[in-house]
């Protein structure tokens, strides 16, 4: 059973900074990419970022272009969204999922090109 584990959310005032790890019970060098997606109450899971495991291709959704950065760890198994710049609309749960097979950049902003999903970690951004 491949588990992913999220951690590192909490609550911080606009502006701030915080770092979400995802460890992977599987090698992550096994992965094709990882990605991280977050739902706000009342919302679908929206794409957030996405690194690929072979060369570290990252890819991120607009909304957090240049406040986010998405980065791996491959000894520990782990993935990391460092978040700058909070906002309040950046408040969701967030979650870390893996996928085996390759996919283009296309699929990987869909949740549905995913093979396993974290338990989500809840990020509020308060002004």
């Known amino acids: 059973q491949v588990q992913l584990v999220e951690s590192g959310g909490g609550l911080v005032q606009a502006g701030g900074s915080l770092r979400l790890s995802c460890a992977a019970s599987?090698?992550?060098?096994?992965?094709?990419?990882m990605g991280w997606f977050r739902q706000a109450p009342g919302n679908g899971r929206e794409f957030v970022a996405v690194i690929r495991w072979s060369g570290g291709s990252t890819y991120y959704a607009d909304s957090v272009k240049g406040r986010f950065t998405i980065s791996r760890d491959n000894a520990q198994n782990t993935v990391y969204l460092q978040m700058n710049t909070l906002k309040p609309e950046d408040t969701a749960i967030y979650y870390c999922?893996?996928?085996?097979?390759?996919?283009?950049?296309?699929?990987?902003?869909?949740?549905?090109?995913?093979?396993?999903w974290g338990q989500g970690t809840q990020v509020t951004v308060s002004s």
């Open positions: 599987r090698r992550t060098s096994s992965w094709h990419a």
């Open positions: 999922a893996g996928v085996w097979a390759i996919r283009g950049t296309f699929e990987l902003v869909r949740a549905q090109a995913y093979d396993y």
